[in-house]
């Protein structure tokens, strides 16, 4: 889901955060039904998703709601089939740690991610989607999952590592997902199922938005990734320093025809740095970060007021070489998502949060208050 949720301002934004971008009008927005609000987030708090992908760390359950488990892949033919060398040991054992810490949690399974062939070749076949459905199911019903999470990067010619594409993909995944929905509702009345999808933070016209917002009950928006040094990973609004907001991009999935109920915004738990030596790597988690603050001979941490992030300079100078998220810039995504009426927030990824737990206790204090 890595390289791959964009709203409204908050005009008064604490930690000295400001912004001057339009307000995102959120009165007319298509309502929730309530029934269906109960069957998706399991639980009575606002959905909170993390995508993880390291079986040797088990995830805290006590922070979330649901777990997307990263990944399962198309097989070379591209027939619908679905590989996952580490299904089995991914699979039961996050089941059985959820079964056993945490009920309510959801556990997602997620199809593709960054580089993933096979989704433009399945869904241009009404057969290879029936396939592919249908080992979704058995997956599901293997494992006791609650749910299917769509990672396309991206349907169109706008594709990651020359993946396949065609002109048909919109309308192909639209399809889809009208299919998914139509057959989950039919053979899990009794215990219904999620269905996501995760969308990029800056091109929602590679989609229908209206017309998957139909069939999803989350839209994640992967509002990270927007920049590297000099600029900012994940801005929440816009400075001198960002190619890209959240906010900017709340606004232009809304117009789309998204739902703000629907919306999971997206929080990275890693940062970029320009890779001018070995700690500065281009993907740096926040773990390694602190370990870079704490240089305090080499590093200066400053905050950018109108992005609501932080970032590190070299000691004596201004220019951004690490950008990334610390406490205060969850604590400001968050009031963003409940002022602006968001579905919740979705993580990339639990592993990159340090020893202590700071980013997650960040986010679950920001949205549910403990």
Not at 147 to 174: F, H, M, R
Not at 227 to 247: V, W
Not at 328 to 353: E, F, P, Q, R, T
Request: with cysteine; net charge neutral.
């Amino acid at each position: 889901m890595k390289k791959l949720l964009s709203f409204f301002m908050v005009s008064a934004m604490f930690f000295s955060c400001s912004s001057d971008e339009p307000e995102l009008l959120t009165s007319g927005n298509p309502a929730t039904n309530e029934s269906e609000t109960e069957i998706t987030r399991g639980s009575s708090e606002m959905p909170i998703a993390y995508f993880w992908r390291k079986p040797e760390t088990l995830p805290d359950l006590s922070y979330m709601t649901h777990v997307i488990v990263s990944k399962t892949v198309f097989n070379s033919s591209f027939d619908g089939t679905l590989v996952s060398k580490q299904a089995a040991q991914y699979l039961n054992k996050i089941v059985e740690h959820r079964n056993k810490t945490n009920s309510n949690v959801k556990i997602i399974l997620m199809v593709g991610g960054w580089g993933v062939d096979g989704f433009s070749q399945v869904a241009r076949d009404d057969n290879k989607v029936k396939k592919f459905i249908s080992q979704c199911s058995k997956l599901i019903d293997t494992y006791g999952l609650d749910g299917v999470d769509i990672d396309w990067e991206y349907p169109g010619k706008a594709t990651s590592n020359n993946i396949g594409y065609s002109s048909s993909d919109k309308a192909n995944l639209t399809k889809m997902m009208k299919t998914f929905r139509e057959t989950f509702d039919k053979y899990y009345k009794s215990r219904p199922k999620i269905l996501s999808i995760d969308v990029s933070a800056k091109h929602p016209d590679y989609y229908d938005m209206k017309g998957l917002s139909k069939y999803v009950d989350f839209v994640n928006i992967m509002t990270y990734d927007m920049g590297d040094p000099p600029y900012h990973n994940a801005p929440l609004h816009s400075s001198s320093m960002t190619k890209g907001s959240c906010n900017s991009s709340m606004i232009d999935y809304i117009d789309a025809g998204v739902p703000a109920s629907k919306i999971l915004m997206g929080i990275p738990f890693y940062g970029h740095a320009n890779g001018s030596n070995s700690e500065l790597k281009a993907d740096v988690s926040y773990f390694e970060v602190k370990k870079l603050i704490e240089k305090k001979d080499k590093y200066t941490e400053k905050w950018d007021d109108d992005a609501c992030v932080p970032y590190l300079v070299w000691k004596g100078q201004t220019t951004n070489i690490c950008s990334f998220e610390n406490a205060s810039s969850i604590a400001a995504k968050c009031k963003y998502i409940k002022n602006k009426g968001l579905g919740g927030a979705m993580v990339w990824s639990y592993d990159h949060d340090d020893s202590n737990g700071t980013l997650r206790k960040a986010l679950r204090k920001g949205l549910w208050g403990y």
